[in-house]
């Protein structure tokens, strides 16, 4: 069974860049998309953006300017980074794979734990 | 970006009763609905995806329908551990949006 988990730091300083790692085990990570999602605390997810494991992006519009999103095949990573950060960037983000049916759907079938970053100075 | 809305955003009910949480798209959006369920402290876990397919591992008494801009997630005989948030999530077309959850509470 797949498993994923964040790791990066857990404070960052406003106008500094949020730098996360997801890096997946128990199988590959190619020939899937892999998102990051957002959710500040108590309340709603935020769709970040995904990077499929041939380097192909799509971002949120919302974050696109600051987003940066990267995959690595040979150690079974996958990256986000968050430039220009804000308090209201502060949120536990999740790292998340999707699978789909072509044409048919697209869901997130396996989460990591998530991690808190907050962004203070 | 296509907004979701599910009315109510808690809903108390008691072991046993069966439970419907709806979602409304602001557009069609075919069936590429998903449904999760969060519990406290803990990532959101996939219940049923294609509006209507049940993930594996779920248990039957989570049944999901609709399409187009109208879905619900049904709950045929809630247990104790269902006490969760439930979210919505469209992938019909990105930015992929979500609800903003409906918390059951036993």
């Known amino acids: 069974q797949v498993q994923l988990q964040e790791s990066g730091p857990g404070l960052v300083k406003p106008s500094e860049t949020l730098s996360l790692t997801c890096t997946v085990s128990?199988?590959?990570?190619?020939?899937?998309?892999w998102s990051w999602i957002r959710q500040p605390v108590g309340k709603g997810l935020e769709w970040v953006g995904r990077v499929y494991s041939s380097g192909a992006t799509s971002y949120n519009p919302s974050l696109q300017s600051r987003v940066t999103m990267s995959v690595d095949t040979s150690k079974n990573q996958f990256s986000l980074k968050l430039s220009s950060v804000t308090a209201a960037d502060t949120a536990i983000y999740y790292c998340?794979?999707?699978?789909?049916?072509?044409?048919?759907?697209?869901?997130?079938?396996?989460w990591g734990q998530g991690t808190l970053v907050t962004v203070s100075s | 970006d296509i907004h979701m809305t599910q009315p109510p955003s808690s809903l108390s009910t008691s072991v046993g009763d069966r439970v419907t949480i709806t979602c409304r798209a602001s557009?069609?959006?075919?069936?590429?609905l998903n449904w999760y369920q969060q519990k406290p402290g803990k990532a959101p876990e996939l219940l049923i995806y294609a509006a209507s397919s049940l993930q594996s591992g779920v248990p039957s008494r989570f049944r999901g329908s609709g399409s187009g801009t109208d879905f619900t997630l049904t709950i045929s005989s809630l247990q104790p551990e269902d006490s969760a948030t439930y979210f919505c999530?469209?992938?019909?077309?990105?930015?992929?949006?979500f609800g903003q959850g409906t918390k059951v509470e036993i």
């Open positions: 128990g199988g590959s990570i190619s020939s899937y998309y």
């Open positions: 999530q469209q992938t019909f077309s990105t930015p992929w949006t």
């Open positions: 998340v794979r999707g699978s789909s049916v072509p044409g048919k759907a697209y869901y997130f079938d396996s």
């Open positions: 557009q069609s959006i075919s069936n590429f």
